[in-house]
Structure formats: structure tokens, C-alpha cells
């Protein structure tokens, strides 16, 4: 096995939290499914919503990715000297503009999309000047931090990427100041204790940021994946921890719904996604066909993310409800995401947006290396 937590690694982990994502969106209100007569068999309607509840997991799960990458960046600069106010604002405008050039497409093709089946969407923008005020602010990416309109709800997400990307130079630098032990336990700890709302994304998945910055740091994914139980084997080692982890994991099922997971959603949505990205790095990966279906769907996870809800329940609501039984809808809404995901990256090549992309990218770097 490669212990090595690699590019692959993470779009198989990637793929798992998109599945859990359109899951999610497919059972956790019955707005949508009520009128379609899903069959839930062989569990009762009431359990695959309270698991659909659990799926949530996914943002907590690309909340760590991103904050794991960013720490390799910045460990890096810092290890170099380089930890410098330019260096760090390139890394960042850098990252936000990767997010902006992948959702910029997606947001012209949903505008067209609405045009054509769904033209009452426009209406969350209201009229006249207004209109065109909150567009550029969607098409900015910003309207959940602006608390403005948006035509999908969904995208409240990038605004919690933009802020963790900003955040994280500040936490990883509190982390090599202070060390693991007190980054992550004030990342749990502070907005307890000044009654920071929980509703906010920032304060929500701030652990699970923290979480990111020391496995990227102290390299842990290796090392878990080295680690054995002394005097056994390594076969002995990961049965009991499959044990462990399969047992934790079902544990926050019924911890997402208690009072406590409701009190302190931030612990909740912090400790699952690490044991499930575990799950998935120590056992799932090594399933040969598995792990390249997952990593397929983790590399087109941007694109599935920015458009699944407009498929399943905005234009074509009636089909993707249609396959009656609730695993067989979630199958064929992967399958049909999976395909509008690669002609969508085919029509950036053949345009040559991605050309377009690198060059403004480029153009950037000078200007930042100028200044």
C-alpha cells in the first residue's frame, strides 16, 4: 500500500463525500420525494432520512481536504523562509481564483439552463437594478457571505472555502507558534466559550480546519497507515481498526441527531469526517475497482457539487425521482452528474478555457511578484 496521503487519496475521498452529498440532498427533506412514491425498502422512510441527515458529513469532509492542502502549500513557504505577506497572498488569490474559474462556466450554464426550463429561478434576484446587483454578487461567489440571493442555494459553500482560505495562513501560523494541542482545542474551545453562534460556517467547521493543519503537519496519514498494534501483524492492526472506526461511524449517525450533536454540531461535524476520511484512506482505497470509481468521481467532484441540485430537483425533478427506489435514484443521479461533468470539461478544452484560465493565472503571479 502507498502510504503516502497522494492526489489520488484525495479525489477517492473526494468521491466519497460527493456520493454522501447528492444522498443528502436527495432524502434529507421530503419536499422532493414525497410526491414520487420512493420506495425506501428495505429500511423504513425514517432511517434513510436520518442517514441523509448524517451525509451531511461531505462539507466537513472537503472543509479538512481543502485546509490539508493549503497547510502543504504554507508548510512549504515556511520551512523556506518564504511564510512572506506576497508569497501567502498569491497562494490565496492563487486557490480563489481556481474556484472561480471552475464555477464561472457552471454559472453561465445554469443562467442558460433556467432560461429555458426553470425561468421563475430569476425571481430570488428581484427586478431592475437590483437584479443585475445580485448577479454579479452570485457570480462572484459571494452571496453567502454578503447574505444576498442566490439561484441555488448550494453554492452557501463557496463562501466558507473563501473564508477557510483566508483563515487558514493565520491558524497555520497560530499552529507553529502555539502547537497542535492548543490550535485545535481553541479551534473547540473559544467559540464555546464566547457563545460564537454556531449557525456560522466559519465557527461550524473551524475544527475540522484545524484537524487538516495537524495531519498535513505531522504527515499522520502515513503514519496511520505504518502504525500497528505491537507484537501483531499489520492484517491484525487494520481488522481492529476497521472494527473501531465501523463502530465510531455508525456512533455518529445517531450523534448527529442527539442533543448533544445539536448543541455542538461543531465537534459532531469534525470528528466524523476525519474518521470516515480514515475509513475511506485505509480500507476503501485498497479496493482495486472501488477506489478508481471513487477517484473518477472525486475529480470531477467541482463540477458535480456546483450543478447536481439543478439536475435532480430544479429542471428535472420528475426524472431523477423517477427510478422509485431510493438507492437506484442516487445511482443514476451519480451517473447522470458523472456524464454532464466530462462534457462540460470536453466544451473547456475544445473552447480552450482552460488555456484562457492558465494565462490569466500567470498574468496574476506577475502582478503579485511585482508589487
Given amino acids: 500500500m502507498n502510504t503516502q ?3 489520488k487519496d484525495t479525489n477517492i475521498v473526494k468521491g466519497v463525500a460527493i456520493i454522501a452529498m447528492l444522498f443528502h440532498h436527495c432524502y434529507v427533506t ?100 437590483t437584479r443585475i446587483i445580485y448577479m454579479l454578487i452570485d457570480f462572484s461567489g459571494l452571496a453567502h457571505i454578503f447574505g444576498t440571493p442566490t439561484l441555488l442555494g448550494t453554492w452557501w459553500y463557496l463562501g ?7 483563515l487558514l495562513p493565520f491558524l497555520y501560523y497560530m499552529y507553529r507558534k502555539c502547537g497542535a494541542f492548543t490550535t485545535i482545542a481553541l479551534s473547540y474551545l473559544l467559540p464555546m466559550a464566547l457563545s460564537l453562534p454556531m449557525s456560522s460556517s466559519v465557527v461550524h467547521y473551524l475544527p475540522a480546519m484545524t484537524l487538516g493543519i495537524w495531519f498535513a503537519q505531522e504527515d499522520l496519514f502515513p503514519k496511520a497507515a505504518d502504525w500497528k498494534i505491537p507484537h501483531t501483524g499489520l492484517m491484525i492492526t487494520r481488522a481492529a481498526e476497521f472494527c473501531v472506526l465501523a463502530v465510531f461511524i455508525l456512533g455518529t449517525v445517531w450523534l448527529k441527531t442527539s442533543k448533544f450533536g445539536k448543541v455542538h454540531p461543531n465537534v459532531t461535524d469534525s470528528v466524523t469526517p476525519l474518521a470516515v476520511i480514515l475509513f475511506t484512506y485505509l480500507f476503501l482505497a485498497s479496493i482495486p475497482i472501488l477506489r478508481d470509481m471513487l477517484c473518477i468521481l472525486g475529480k ?29 435514484i442516487v445511482i443514476v443521479l451519480v451517473i447522470d452528474c458523472l456524464l ?26 506577475g502582478m503579485i511578484s511585482n508589487e
Fill in 5 to 7: 496521503f497522494s492526489k
Fill in 30 to 129: 421530503n419536499i422532493n420525494f414525497k410526491a414520487h412514491g420512493v420506495s425506501f425498502a428495505p429500511f423504513s422512510k425514517g432511517t434513510v432520512v436520518t442517514l441523509s441527515l448524517w451525509a451531511k458529513v461531505c462539507v466537513g469532509i472537503f472543509v479538512f481536504l481543502s485546509a490539508y492542502g493549503i497547510t502543504i502549500s504554507l508548510k512549504k513557504l515556511y520551512d523556506q523562509n518564504k511564510y512572506e505577506r506576497q508569497n501567502i497572498s498569491w497562494l490565496t488569490i492563487r486557490r480563489v481564483w481556481k474556484i472561480l474559474s471552475g464555477f464561472w462556466p457552471i454559472y453561465i450554464l445554469a443562467i442558460v439552463g433556467c432560461k429555458v426550463w426553470a425561468p421563475e429561478s430569476f425571481a430570488v434576484y428581484k427586478q431592475g437594478m
Fill in 160 to 166: 466558507l472555502a473563501f473564508m477557510e482560505i483566508m
Fill in 300 to 328: 470531477y467532484s467541482m463540477n458535480i457539487f456546483l450543478f447536481h441540485n439543478f439536475i435532480r430537483s430544479r429542471w428535472f425533478e420528475d426524472f431523477s425521482y423517477s427510478f422509485r427506489f431510493w438507492w437506484l
Fill in 340 to 365: 454532464f461533468s466530462v462534457v462540460i470539461e470536453f466544451l473547456k478544452e475544445v473552447l480552450r478555457y482552460n488555456h484562457l484560465t492558465i494565462k490569466i493565472e500567470k498574468k496574476l503571479h
